[in-house]
């Protein structure tokens, strides 16, 4: 009898709820927060010297390898950083972050599940067999989900790590980017900055949402 893959439902809403709420921190962040307060805070952590970017990056990316949201690493960027290098300061991370899990994975899971669950370990690695550059593009794209467990079943399944790789931080740069333009827009006290990226993050999150369930209608009624 054939095991079955299909997703428990509750823990993908589940999932999905977490992201939302992270990604509505930063505005309430910045709606409850006192100006003073963030550049005091700002001053406090702002990176110097070489050796401080190198370990915020670390930090960062370590923290995101075990499951820290993307979102809050591109706003804490922004916010320290600015928009354009706080997006390529996560963007970074959040891709080493993917390699890291990934190779950790497919070294500790991948013989595990091949011996308790060969069947779903088969199906799994048909999936991220093909296309994979653009599977894990529009992976990425979609606002909800986990970074990590997403990381978590390609290693597991051995996914071809270049593809995968690149994919994936092509796929990271436009959320990346809204976040860190979010967090620049409170360092700098510009509401019309922190409203404008709220509005572009929704409104992405929105068509991107609108594509894939597009993608996934047309795909069932090419297989009827």
């Keep these: 009898m054939p095991l079955n893959l299909q997703p428990n439902k ?52 370590l923290a995101m390898s075990v499951g820290l949201p993307r979102q809050i690493t591109a706003f804490s960027s922004g916010l320290l950083l600015g928009t354009t290098y706080g997006t390529v300061f996560s963007t970074l991370a959040a891709s080493v972050a993917c390699f890291l899990t990934f190779i950790f994975s497919s070294y500790v899971f991948h013989h595990r599940i091949q011996e308790k669950f060969p069947q779903k370990l088969t199906t799994l690695s048909d999936f991220f067999t093909e296309n994979i550059f653009i599977k894990a593009l529009v992976i990425r794209l979609i606002p909800v989900g986990s970074n990590f467990l997403t990381n978590v079943l390609a290693g597991t399944a051995k996914a071809p790590l270049l593809p995968y790789l690149c994919g994936t931080t092509v796929g990271f740069i436009p959320q990346m980017t809204l976040f860190s333009m979010l967090g620049a827009g409170v360092k700098v006290g510009d509401n019309q900055q922190v409203m404008i990226s709220a509005g572009l993050l929704i409104v992405a999150s929105m068509l991107i949402g609108y594509l894939y369930k597009k993608h996934k209608t047309n795909k069932k009624g090419a297989n009827i």
């Design 10 to 61: 509750k823990l993908s809403v589940s999932i999905s709820l977490l992201v939302v709420v992270v990604m509505l921190l930063p505005i309430l962040f910045y709606c409850m927060a006192d100006q003073s307060v963030v550049n005091a805070l700002i001053i406090k952590l702002q990176p110097e010297k070489t050796s401080e970017y190198l370990l915020l990056l670390t930090l960062l990316t």
